[in-house]
């Protein structure tokens, strides 16, 4: 299985910081990487894919970079909406995997 | 753009059956993958299975083979997730999501089923 290491777990920012989350795999998943915001109670929903294509209706605050191992989700400046749990996900390979999360919390 | 509606919440006990239901409207149902994604509570998502219902061909997760299976009824635009013998562990959220047609994510979730196994 691809093992998604997300970094880090937690992370406390005020709003209007710029924020920045890894995304590590343990071996290539190409570009086939996706990013999901997740609040409590809900379902996930998806802010990016292919590693830097922003999903439809996406604020152009979120952006998604990166390929092969590292990847990284950055929000250019932190909007009260934006406190949430992130999780990246690759589909490159079956089991398709999730990471850990990284929960965005207020500073 | 579509939308899926699962089945609401269930308690059980342990040792009983469970099929939970996943209802897709608004797209063609047959020709996109639905996939199922737990989460437990206070934890992260783990990608279980997905299928497609246009033949009901099948992937596992090597975590959850065995231990669940899913099927569709194309008919009815509906997956389904079941368990033979559902054990504590099995508590939480269960979310069905669509796959984008041609790629691997998932742009469309349901709004999830709580499984709570208590004796």
């Known amino acids: 299985d691809v093992q998604l290491t997300q970094s880090p777990s937690t992370l406390s920012a005020f709003v209007g910081d710029r924020v920045t989350i890894t995304c590590r795999a343990s071996q290539s998943v190409s570009s086939w990487l996706a990013w999901y915001q997740q609040k409590p109670g809900k379902a996930p929903n998806l802010l990016i894919y292919?590693?830097?294509s922003l999903e439809s209706g996406v604020p152009s605050r979120f952006s998604g970079s990166g390929s092969g191992t590292e990847f990284t989700l950055t929000i250019s400046s932190l909007q009260p909406d934006d406190f949430a749990t992130y999780y990246c996900h690759q589909y490159n390979t079956y089991p398709l995997t999730f990471g850990g999360g990284t929960k965005v919390e207020i500073k | 753009e579509g939308q899926l509606v699962q089945s609401g919440a269930e308690v059980k006990k342990p040792g009983e059956s469970l099929k939970i239901s996943c209802k897709g409207s608004g797209y063609s149902f047959a020709t996109h993958w639905i996939g199922w994604v737990r989460q437990m509570p206070g934890k992260g998502l783990e990608w279980m299975a997905i299928?497609?219902?246009?033949?009901?061909?099948?992937r596992y997760s090597p975590s959850f083979q065995g231990q669940v299976t899913i099927s569709a009824d194309k008919s009815i635009s509906t997956a389904y997730l079941q368990w033979r013998s559902l054990k504590a562990s099995d508590t939480a959220m269960y979310y069905c999501?669509?796959?984008?047609?041609?790629?691997?994510?998932?742009?469309?979730w349901g709004q999830g089923t709580m499984v709570t196994v208590s004796s």
């Open positions: 292919k590693a830097s």
């Open positions: 999501a669509r796959r984008v047609d041609g790629s691997g994510y998932s742009d469309l």
């Open positions: 299928i497609y219902p246009g033949d009901s061909d099948t």
